[in-house]
């Protein structure tokens, strides 16, 4: 069964300071996975995507890793503003199949 | 990157009534799928909308409950029908394009009383 596993459940941050989340993921065949930040009330919007071959992408201040072997992400935040404070979700897509959610992050960036 | 927009953003609505949430795309795309999420929880894929056919439901949604339409390649509806406080929930539009990148709108706050 196709899963996804984020971690921390929630995060609470000091502006300012960097954070990293994490997801395991045991979809299979992979085609890509996909960070995406999602607002309270409104639609996930997309952070970065990668594919098998790529180990890493920025988006500004996020940084999204790869290990295809470990079959885990992560989603590394720097220099966290209060804007950040969000939910976090992982998404891994099977080749030409649907997308598994993880259950996401919720960060809380604080004065 | 695709643009969606979602009408009406938010409802309140009585129980035992419809409601039809629209989903318009700023270009043409072949898949585009509606999504719940429910207070506090991830996004429940409630079915795969299909041009010129009837949509694929995942297991638990019915057709009876939820009909879709999709009568080009930039436009869908979704209605809640007969809805119960169980429905309040937000549901998102969302479109995937060949390169497998997907795109949300900024979803319909539906709250039953």
């Known amino acids: 069964k196709n899963q996804v596993e984020q971690s921390p459940q929630s995060l609470i941050i000091l502006e300012g300071k960097n954070c990293t989340l994490q997801?395991?993921?045991?979809?299979?065949?992979?085609?890509?996975l996909r960070w995406y930040k999602q607002d309270t009330g409104r639609g996930p919007v997309s952070l970065t995507i990668?594919?098998?071959?790529?180990n890493t992408k920025s988006n500004g201040r996020y940084t999204a890793t790869l290990d295809a072997d470990t079959k885990q992400s992560s989603l590394h935040i720097t220099a966290s503003q209060l804007s950040d404070s969000a939910s976090y979700i992982c998404?891994?897509?099977?080749?030409?199949?649907?997308?598994?959610f993880g259950d996401g992050t919720t960060l809380t960036v604080k004065p | 990157s695709a643009v969606i927009s979602q009408k009406p953003s938010r409802d309140i609505c009585q129980r035992g009534t419809s409601l039809t949430i629209q989903c318009q795309v700023d270009?043409?795309?072949?898949?585009m799928f509606w999504y719940r999420q429910q207070p506090g929880q991830s996004l429940t894929l409630i079915a795969t909308?299909?041009?010129?056919?009837?949509?694929?439901?995942e297991s638990g949604f019915v057709i009876d409950k939820f009909p879709i339409s999709r009568p080009n390649l930039t436009f869908s509806t979704l209605t809640v029908s007969n809805m119960s406080p169980e429905d309040s929930s937000i549901y998102l539009c969302?479109?995937?394009?060949?390169?497998?990148?997907?795109?949300f709108g900024p979803g319909t706050r539906l709250t039953v009383t």
């Open positions: 998404v891994v897509s099977a080749n030409a199949g649907k997308s598994t």
């Open positions: 969302s479109v995937s394009n060949d390169r497998d990148e997907q795109y």
């Open positions: 990668m594919t098998f071959s790529e």
């Open positions: 997801c395991n993921y045991t979809v299979s065949p992979f085609s890509n």
């Open positions: 909308a299909n041009q010129g056919s009837e949509a694929t439901y």
């Open positions: 270009s043409q795309v072949t898949m």
